[in-house]
């Protein structure tokens, strides 16, 4: 008679296995790791069903990094994925703290971990020049939107790192600006925001990316918004902030 309960209570069960709020759980194998910048790890996942993952350029997904307890939920934006092979790579900042860190020092091929989404609003819109700010958190999607923009649209970056050494090498049509803090220690601070204030947006119609450190990208758009920038052209997204563990910031 409890025959249909049954069922539902393992079909519920199945259903949170593949789904976490009705996004997709991706189950990922880690099949390489290489530094690629002094603060800069990739990890290369295959994953059995990676050929159906649909995403768009500048999205992320929320890993489920083991902690001993349970897990910890941490936002990390897609780099690459090749649908054909099952693959994914996602570039991870080597910051010092947190429980990446640990996690990323031990991680070996052969290891799980479940990625969540795709999700997030910053990715590419129409337009005829593009403004994107970040810090390296933010490479891996600023890099991701460039690889997708278009060859009549104009690019523009603005991405702060510590020194040159940590510069990500791109192929791209869009002109990059490293910005240096020399040591100082990431957070707030008015790198990207003094550098966009010297430049003169171009005639037409402009989208501008503002992603990074949250205070940092606060500043930015409120001060976009004073130079008459529209509103619904801005996509603007704490990454992190100091004292912030895990999740992201609406701006
Ligand atoms: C949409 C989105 C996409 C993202 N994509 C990426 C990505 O592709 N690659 C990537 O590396 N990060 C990315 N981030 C940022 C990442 O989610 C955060 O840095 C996160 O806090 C990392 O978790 P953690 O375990 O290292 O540190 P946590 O446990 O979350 O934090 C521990 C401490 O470290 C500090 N901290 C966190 N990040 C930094 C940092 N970058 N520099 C200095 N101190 C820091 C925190 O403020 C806190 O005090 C993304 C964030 C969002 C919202």
Known sequence: MDRPQQNSGLLEAAHNFIFRKGRRAWPLTVIAKRQIAPRMLRVEFSGPDLDELIWTPGQDVVLEIPNGDGVSR??????LHDSAAKTMAIDFVLHGEGVSGPWLAALK?????????????TYLRPADWHLFTGDETCIPGIFAMLG??????????????????DIVP??????????????????????F??????????????????????????????????????????????????????????V
């Open 109 to 121: 091929p052969g290891d799980f971990v479940t990625a969540v989404g795709p999700r997030g609003h």
């Open 74 to 79: 941490r936002h990390y934006t897609i780099r």
């Open 170 to 191: 791109l192929q791209t049509h869009a002109k990059i600006t490293w910005l240096f803090r020399n040591g100082a220690k990431a957070g707030p601070n008015s790198l």
């Open 148 to 165: 997708s923009l278009p060859h009549n649209a104009q690019g523009f970056a603005f991405i702060e790192v510590d020194s040159d050494a």
């Open 193 to 250: 925001y003094d550098a966009v204030e010297k430049f003169d947006f171009p005639s037409g119609a402009g989208f501008a990316y503002i992603i990074g450190e949250t205070n940092n990208v606060r500043k930015l758009r409120h001060r976009l918004l004073d130079r008459g920038f529209p509103r619904d052209r801005i996509a603007a997204e704490g990454y992190w902030r100091p004292g912030r563990v895990g999740g992201h910031d609406h």
